[in-house]
């Protein structure tokens, strides 16, 4: 595996301004969905310090693509924070961490439950020492339960959390969702976590601990598939890129690829089907509700494509686009990072990194008014770049 050399000396400097600024997260958490939270914290101001594993750092580190030594994949969820490396089982570099912590807002970790407490630096502990110190754990089952313990990365809990059963075409083999919604749900719900614990301690004083299992966020996640296996008691399967409930909803195939349509009320059925040269199917005995539709989802998907087929995606774009139906052509990754809606929002921004020269990276969803969304954002830390600022101002 490629290595990133260590800058220990040099400063990053601080984030941009947000609603955060003032906060400081000392980040113990490694690969992603810890690091995605705190990502999201240093996007709206927060100051973020990862303390890492000295030598080795975080595991992310060694992930590839690589430029010029350094792990692409690091820096895209850890661009804007600084990096101390702490060997917690050091006496000296404990105390340099305990130092860290009295100046500290949150603490984020994302080791297996037990991990904290053999350190000594479990929630009960820290809270008597620390007691406006917010604790966030996100761990792969959560801090309680039978399966606690287990360890757990995003693909098992996305297969143990019943996404992957309702993921691909009936008769697939199991398919994982093409991005780490396992990791990236779980670091999505512990800032909110950690902000509303914030708001808490704001409001009460009070430091609260926040407690994740990614398992949790799975299940979480399942939206109308739970909802319709509470209702039947039968196990919803994958009905690939088809809503379960709304019809029509899917993907259609055109002439030259394939278009989205969501036609997700009765009004927007009668707009495609007047789009669509049918007027007819608006009093259709099989089309008038969406339980017949969905009853017929079939007859109407063979009907629609008939249509559909006679023409490329661009055109049917432009029909649906003009009678007001929702539609959309289905981009892959680099039609969708460059498509003009993302740039208009800002949504690749660049990363202007001693090592690796300027790098594209993707942009932060939340825009807040009254706060800058800059097109240029600071990198990653090399590891343990940060360590002489951070002594100097730990020990003022």
């Known amino acids: 595996m490629a290595a990133e050399q260590t800058a220990a000396g040099t400063s990053s400097a601080q984030t941009q301004a947000g609603p955060l600024s003032g906060i400081t997260v000392v ?47 690091f820096q895209s969820v850890n661009r804007g924070k600084q990096s101390i490396a702490l060997n917690l089982k050091d006496d000296g570099d404990r105390a340099t961490f305990e130092k860290l912590l009295e100046k500290a807002d ?3 970790e994302n080791f297996r439950p037990g991990t904290m407490e053999k350190l000594g630096y479990g929630w009960d502990t820290l809270h008597a020492k620390y007691p406006k110190l917010i604790y966030a754990a996100a761990s792969g089952f959560g801090h309680s339960g039978p399966e606690m313990t287990r360890p757990a990365y995003d693909m098992v809990v996305q297969g143990m959390g019943g996404i992957m059963s309702i993921t691909g075409h009936e008769g697939s083999p199991p398919t994982r969702i093409g991005t780490s ?14 902000m509303s614990a914030l708001f808490g301690r704001a409001m009460t004083g009070e430091a609260r601990k926040v407690d994740i299992g990614m398992f949790d966020c799975q299940v979480a996640l399942l939206e109308n598939a739970a909802m319709r296996y509470f ?21 259609f195939n055109t002439a030259d690829g394939h278009i989205i349509i969501a036609a997700g009320n009765d009004g927007l059925f009668h707009k495609m089907a007047d789009a669509l040269g049918k007027p007819e ?4 005995d099989r089309y008038t509700t ?12 063979d009907e629609v494509e008939a249509v559909l087929k006679t023409q490329p995606t661009a055109h049917w774009m432009t029909v649906m686009d003009a009678a007001g139906v929702p539609a959309g052509p289905i981009n892959n990754i680099g039609q969708a990072v460059e498509y003009p809606q993302t740039a208009a ?3 690749v921004v660049t990363v202007d990194d001693p090592v690796t020269g300027p790098m594209k990276v993707v942009g932060n969803p939340i825009k807040i008014s009254g ?26």
């Open 27 to 73: 980040d113990l958490s490694r690969i992603l969905a810890g690091p995605y939270c705190t990502l999201m914290m240093a996007e709206l101001g927060a100051r973020v310090i990862k303390v890492e594993t000295p030598g080795t750092g975080d595991d992310a580190r060694h992930y590839g693509p690589f430029v010029n030594g350094k792990s692409a994949y």
């Open 106 to 108: 949150v603490i984020v």
């Open 181 to 194: 919604i396992g990791d990236i749900g779980a670091g999505l719900f512990t800032a909110i976590g950690v």
């Open 231 to 251: 209702v039947t008691g039968k196990a919803p399967g994958p009905l690939g890129a088809r809503h379960p409930s709304i019809t029509p909803f899917q993907a």
């Open 281 to 284: 199917w608006k009093t259709d």
């Open 290 to 301: 969406n339980d017949l539709r969905a009853t017929h989802v079939t007859e109407l998907e």
């Open 345 to 347: 929002r800002n949504m």
């Open 371 to 396: 706060y800058a969304d800059p097109k240029t954002r600071l990198p990653a830390p090399n590891l343990d770049q940060d360590r002489e600022t951070i002594l100097r101002e730990i020990e003022q």
